[in-house]
């Protein structure tokens, strides 16, 4: 059967987003790329920033000032609601990529199972990166609170049942897409 | 019933993602906002500049030089298992507002309510702004391909039936925001 | 004797950015645009974030979570600096537009004009926008903490002398700029 | 004499831009970072993108739909006035990291020493990329026109006198940061 979504799970600067977009690159049929971030785009920014905002309300994405994330009871509810969306964009026909941050390990996993159902074909990707290295480039990229690099790197991959893995850490993004896309049925 | 879904058609730089923001910040509700331009962005690089690009494969979105729009077979086949997620959220429990530019006027809501089906609450919104003043914000914005504000103003809103319609041409998008929330039910 | 430099001066969301976009698309010479954003973007994230980070050293810019703006002796330091560049440019010859927001109103003039030295012909222009309609703008654009905009309405025009003035409450981008273009020599 | 500036020199994607915030990041005083792309971001959008503008004056900056970059006499002339501006910033007392794509090699390093006068203290530093490791980062990264990195790999190094080389083809941009600023005085 063919191949319907990709996701990759992997921490924080560990070089998701630049894999997805060599993966949409090499892949011959045009792929769809939505994602954690994307999805904490579409929240209203009450929701997104609370923390700095001063709102405190809790119900939505906290990220510490040492990088430590946490989410409420509106961010589940409309991941939900997002996940049940994406996993119709591909019963409706689109192929697409995900990248996600498993903050609780293969408890992700399973939540985005029991959306799919079990009759749509996944390929689950693992996407590694040492600790040292993703808080390297997480103060590359500059745009990052520092410390969530290194407090991801191990801890999304608990409990996780992959098809694939790739390491960023001594492979290129586009090397890793040429992998994943080799095992795209 | 509650409203659902509130969509905003209005033509580029007419005002609506700003709008978008007001309305996520008055509406007592969490809203998720998606729309034309996130859509765009989900597309591999080679259906969003292909001219720009030179790859001329047409299945895309092209803008070209004078700011014009057309789509291709990708393109819409892609839009509409979006569109299918976009519902799905929504069903699953979601509030959005969507904004979006209706190229076809009408046909594009006729669009929407078939993914619809008719049993979700829509709120149908038309964003209108003078083109003369709307071509004045392209400039100011400084993102955007000189002539779209102006080409789309009011081809856009062709065969459209709004439950409400704002003009952002003397009024501020807060302002708008507001008389948008107070129909929302 | 020609306009060498442009400086307008406003809070924050007063709308000085899309001015300024507007003023170099009617201004027939290219003028280069330069402003506190920018230089802003120049320093290290530890001089540009202290309070998010947790570092704390009040050493750079502070932002609170009202909004509130506080600069540290490294941020000043670098500033004169980097005004002094700015004069340097013009010197050399490029027209520029300076986009500021004068957080102590006369003071930030009287250190433009010291480092100016006399004989630089410069274009003062006061960017005004009622608060309350800033505040909404900012909150419309997403992108600056709450309480910015309000904030700074009217203490950065303090002690100001400005050759002329606009108000965006009412007007738009390229209306103003087409005002402050006709005052170009 | 204490180094008063660094410049990084090496072609599109190579990885300088990590690089610099790398730099902020480990060097104990703050640096300001200026570069190409920042110069170019200061211009008026008609010198920016003549050729997606129709415009084709050729008086600024025009990227090819291959990846090829030429600059014309308002962009050169301008480009003068920014680089008077940026050593004026170092002789009132910055410390500046510049990050630059010499298209004409070792010309560029001239120009750079002619307005430095011979007095300011300089790290000249290589920044070089496998061509096509760089080409597969411009994929990755998604917001480069294709083949500027491979076109800009060798030809921006010709002629040039460096103090220190860096190759980011197999050392992340952390580790070359640490080796610059070990040659920092």
């Known amino acids: 059967m063919k191949t ?12 998701k987003s630049g894999i997805v977009r060599c993966l949409q690159a090499v892949l011959p049929d045009p792929w769809l790329a939505v ?3 994307l ?12 923390e700095e905002e001063g709102a405190g309300s809790g119900r939505g994405l906290v990220i510490g000032a040492d990088g430590t994330v946490t989410v ?13 969306g994406v996993v119709a964009m591909v019963r409706a ?27 749509v074909e996944v390929l689950w990707v693992g996407v590694r990166c040492d600790a040292d290295v993703a808080a390297g480039r ?7 609170a520092g410390g969530m690099a290194a407090g991801q790197a191990e801890v999304v991959h608990r409990g996780m049942r992959y098809d694939l893995e790739v390491d960023t ?6 090397e890793c897409a040429r992998r994943i ?5």
Request: no cysteine.
């Open 4 to 15: 319907q979504m990709i996701v990759l799970n992997g921490g924080s600067s560990s070089g």
């Open 35 to 37: 994602g954690t971030d």
């Open 39 to 50: 999805f904490v785009d579409l929240l209203p920014r009450s929701l997104r920033e609370p």
């Open 72 to 84: 409420g009871e509106d961010f589940l509810r409309l991941q939900d609601a997002w996940t049940a």
């Open 93 to 119: 026909g689109a192929r697409v990529v995900v990248d996600e941050v498993f903050l609780g390990g293969g408890a992700g996993q399973d939540r985005w199972e029991a959306a799919l159902g079990g009759d």
């Open 138 to 144: 997480e103060v590359a990229r500059g745009d990052r």
């Open 169 to 174: 850490t001594h492979t290129e993004a586009m």
């Open 181 to 185: 896309a080799a095992q795209v049925k």
